[in-house]
């Protein structure tokens, strides 16, 4: 695998990847009590592999939905959930997502097809128009802060 380029596909893992976790609990009794124990022991599972889990970020494989790592939201403009998007998109697709939500705003600018980490539309017009009157180096949220204030 290691021979294809990071770039060529959008699934960016290729090189050095020798083992994939999917972390799952399930319990019968639906009570509140067993729901937060079940969860509790799932998590702290998680964060116990922490040290020997990739790093830098922490990959996840697209087939296993982890929505500890964010999720989409469904307000705002395209390219502020793009943007929103792209904390755990990364995560997912490295380097290729950005070019993946680039297709997908040729393809489906309405971000019709959607789920709760699918790749969001990112379309050209929306970037520029988002971007103005921007100061450098400030995110949208930091902006949108910036702007309620006064």
Excluded at 28 to 52: A, V
Excluded at 60 to 66: A, I, K, L, P, T
Excluded at 128 to 137: A, I, L
């Amino acid at each position: 695998m290691s021979e294809i380029s990071e770039s060529e596909t959008p699934f960016a893992y290729r090189a050095g990847y020798l083992y994939n976790v999917n972390y799952y609990v399930d319990w019968i009794d639906r009570s509140e009590e067993e729901t937060r124990k079940h969860m509790d022991w799932i998590c702290r599972l998680y964060n116990e592999m922490g040290p020997y889990v990739s790093k830098n970020p922490r990959a996840s494989y697209v087939n296993f939905r982890d929505l500890d790592l964010g999720s989409n939201i469904d307000e705002g403009s395209l390219s502020s959930r793009y943007s929103n998007a792209k904390i755990w998109g990364e995560r997912y697709f490295k380097g290729n997502f950005e070019r993946l939500a680039k297709v997908k705003g040729r393809v489906d600018p309405s971000d019709f097809f959607r789920n709760e980490q699918s790749i969001p539309s990112l379309v050209e017009e929306e970037i520029v128009e988002d971007n103005k009157g921007k100061v450098e180096g400030e995110s949208s949220s930091h902006q949108n802060l910036l702007s309620n204030m006064f």
